[in-house]
């Protein structure tokens, strides 16, 4: 139980410091920009929002394969596609329940396909 709660406390210090690192490295992309003042016109303000967003996207993608990351070293999941989709899934608070995980200490998968 022990190693199950520092597995957990590493997992969320490990995903804090991905988004730590994430939102320092897009703060310090868009404020070394050649503008160093915010657009204020409508497609630039629009296109500035979009890079941020895709910025947002790649720092989610990687904290969901950190997890997944996990879930497949420990064997909780049969492959790395279950463990993709599964962390996918949980970290968008979808959770559909096809996939449920019993224990991290050699868990094993329950389909309800």
């Known amino acids: 139980m022990n190693s199950n709660l520092l597995y957990a406390a590493a997992l969320v210090a490990l995903t804090v410091a991905v988004h730590a690192a994430g939102l320092a490295a897009v703060l310090q992309l868009f404020s070394s ?3 160093a003042q915010l657009p204020t016109r409508f497609w630039p303000t629009t296109w500035l929002l979009v890079r941020a967003t895709w910025f947002l996207l790649l ?4 904290a969901i394969t950190v997890w997944a990351l996990f879930f497949w070293w420990k064997e909780c999941l049969p492959d790395a596609e279950s463990a993709f989709y599964f962390s996918g899934v949980t970290y ?5 329940g ?3 995980l019993r224990s991290l200490g050699g868990c ?3 389909s309800r396909a």
Request: no cysteine; aromatic share 6%; proline share 6%.
């Open 59 to 62: 720092i989610h993608l990687a």
């Open 92 to 96: 968008a608070t979808i959770g559909y």
């Open 33 to 35: 920009s050649r503008q």
């Open 98 to 100: 096809d996939l449920v």
């Open 108 to 110: 094993s998968p329950r």
